[in-house]
C-alpha cells in the first residue's frame, strides 16, 4: 500500500489530521521512565498504545535519537509501530538535503534500514535532492516549503523576479514538476495560515504537513481554514512536545492521550 492510501485510510476510518511527533527528551521524562531500561522506547511505546486510535500519523525526528545515540531505540520503536499498528503511517523527520549518492544513501537510511513510510525533505538543491526519495514510489516524499519557525520568511517570503515568493514557487514546482509519482507532500507551518491558503490554492489536494500547533502558537481553526482540500481532510495536523510532555507523572500517558483527543475534536469541529 502507498503512502497515501495509508495516510487516506486513517483520515476516513479514525476521523482524525492529527499526528504525534516522537521527539523524545529523557529529561521530561517521569522518572519511573526515565530509570528503565531503553527509556526512550519504554516511553514511546507507551504514548502509541495510549493515542494510536486518534492518530493518522506518527512522526519521529531523527535527531532526538542520534544526538543520544539511541537509534537502536528509534528502531524498535518502528518495529513496534509495525507489528501492533502497521496501518498507521511513519513520516521519519529528518529533512535531508544533498544529492547525488548522499541523497540516494539518506532515501536507503529512511525506506530500506528504518522503514519509513514517508521522510521530510529540505527542497534548497532542487529536484537533484528530490528525486534519489521520490524514486521509492510507494513512500512519501514530504518537502519544506513554508516553515514555522519565526525567521522563516527571511528565505522563503524572499519575491523572485517574477513577483512569487519562494515557498510558492516551492509549491508550484512540487506539485507540477515533481510529483509525477503522486508521491509528494509539503511542509507548512500552522504559524502561517495566509501561506497555507495560498499554497493549498496552488498544489490542490495534495497532503500537508502542518507543524507549529500548540508549543508554537499556531491557531487550529486559522489552520483548519486555509489548509483542507475539497475532500475536508489533506492536514497532517502534528503536535509533539504539547502531548508528549502534557505531563511529567507516571499519567503521562493518559495525559498525551487527552490532549491528543482534544486536538482531534478542535480539528473536527472546523472540517
Request: aromatic share 8%; net charge negative.
Amino acid at each position: 500500500m502507498t503512502f497515501y492510501q495509508k495516510l487516506k485510510d486513517r483520515w476516513q476510518a479514525h476521523n482524525t489530521l492529527v499526528c504525534v511527533g516522537l521527539d523524545p527528551l529523557p529529561e521530561q521524562f517521569p522518572a519511573t521512565v526515565a530509570d528503565a531500561p531503553n527509556a526512550i522506547f519504554a516511553f514511546n511505546r507507551a504514548i502509541i498504545d495510549a493515542t494510536h486510535d486518534l492518530v493518522c500519523a506518527y512522526k519521529p525526528q531523527i535527531a532526538h535519537y542520534a544526538a543520544l545515540a539511541a537509534e537502536d531505540q528509534l528502531q524498535q520503536t518502528l518495529d513496534y509501530l509495525r507489528s501492533q499498528y502497521p496501518d498507521i503511517p511513519i513520516l521519519l523527520d529528518s529533512k535531508r538535503g544533498d544529492i547525488g549518492s548522499t541523497a540516494e544513501q539518506y532515501a536507503r537510511e529512511a525506506f530500506e534500514r528504518y522503514g519509513a513510510d514517508a521522510v521530510t525533505v529540505n527542497p534548497y538543491m532542487g529536484w537533484d535532492t528530490i528525486q534519489p526519495f521520490a524514486q521509492y514510489r510507494d513512500r512519501g516524499v514530504i518537502v519544506l516549503c513554508r516553515t514555522s519557525n519565526p525567521s522563516a520568511g527571511e528565505l522563503q517570503n524572499l519575491h523572485l523576479d517574477s513577483g512569487e515568493p519562494l515557498f510558492e514557487h516551492v509549491a508550484r514546482i512540487a506539485a507540477r514538476d515533481w510529483n509525477a509519482n503522486r508521491n509528494l507532500a509539503l511542509v507548512v507551518g500552522a504559524t502561517a495560515p495566509a501561506e497555507l491558503a495560498r499554497v493549498r490554492q496552488i498544489v490542490g489536494d495534495m497532503p500537508i504537513l502542518v507543524p507549529g500547533l500548540g508549543a508554537q502558537g499556531g491557531d487550529a481553526e486559522a489552520v483548519l481554514q486555509a489548509g483542507l482540500n475539497a475532500q475536508r481532510d489533506g492536514l497532517i495536523i502534528n503536535s509533539s512536545r504539547g502531548i508528549l510532555y502534557a505531563s511529567q507523572g507516571n499519567d503521562f500517558a493518559a495525559a498525551a492521550r487527552h490532549e491528543t483527543e482534544t486536538l482531534r475534536e478542535l480539528a473536527n469541529r472546523y472540517r
